[in-house]
């Protein structure tokens, strides 16, 4: 199992570079997690450590309650809503948070990213939904993500006037709908500046949403 812990740590990681790269953080707010295959583990980021000096060494495991199991520093602020998270949705393998403009300023409105956008309807399948106002420090906010996203397609919710929390199979699939939701959120963002954003039929939302998930891509090689 210590070489898998240390390749996820390795993979969690790099994978908060990716969220410096798409800009998606600043300082050192947000966090990528990810659950140990097989284990009641995770491993997320140290809570307040500066992006450039995160290494796989300083990634914190934790148990599913979010206590520390090895690690030299406390883990992130965030770290009993990811393992609340990982608790009540056996199929999520990665959880992020960011506070990316675009969409947190939808999350401090309250409202639902409207589903106008093919790219939208790929991707998120549905409105990306806006989750309860919650605390941080208890299982408040993952109590908040999991009832908000439970039956949605989308794998991300705006939790109101906090930020964005995104969920994939692994991490790196919950790292991109945190880049895609932010994209989406701009741009409908400044479609409204320019108009009321025209609605996608329903049938063509599950169309899309279908294609991109199951033909969309590099497929296995028929044998």
């Known amino acids: 199992m210590s070489d898998t812990i240390e390749l996820i740590r390795r993979q969690v990681s790099d994978l908060h570079q990716e969220l410096v790269r798409y800009g998606l953080v600043v300082w050192t707010a947000g966090n990528v997690s990810a659950r140990v295959p097989g284990e009641d583990l995770m491993v ?16 914190i495991l934790c148990d599913l309650d979010g206590n520390v199991v090895e690690g030299e520093h406390s883990p992130s602020s965030d770290t009993a809503a990811h393992a609340y998270v990982y608790r009540a949705m056996p199929g999520v393998g990665g959880v992020v948070h960011t506070h990316s403009t ?10 639902a990213v409207p ?9 998120f399948g549905a ?3 806006v989750g309860p106002f919650a605390l941080i420090g208890d299982d408040s ?3 908040g993500i999991v009832d908000t996203l439970t039956g949605h397609r989308s794998p991300a919710v705006l939790m109101k006037s906090h930020g964005v929390f995104t969920i994939g199979a692994d991490a790196k699939a919950a790292v991109k709908a945190a880049v895609m939701c932010e994209d989406v959120a701009r741009t409908v963002h ?3 500046q320019l108009g009321e954003p025209v609605p996608i039929a329903q049938a063509d939302i ?3 949403n ?3 998930q199951h033909v969309y891509g590099q497929q296995p090689a028929a044998r």
Do not use: F, N, Q
């Open 102 to 111: 675009y969409a947190s300023a939808w999350a401090a409105r309250g409202e």
């Open 190 to 192: 400044i479609c409204r």
């Open 127 to 129: 409105e990306i939904p």
């Open 141 to 143: 906010i993952g109590r």
């Open 44 to 59: 997320i980021k140290p809570s307040g450590v500066s992006y450039d000096e995160l290494t796989p060494a300083s990634m």
């Open 206 to 208: 599950d169309h899309l």
């Open 210 to 212: 279908h294609r991109y």
């Open 115 to 123: 589903c106008v956008l093919t790219a939208m309807a790929d991707e």
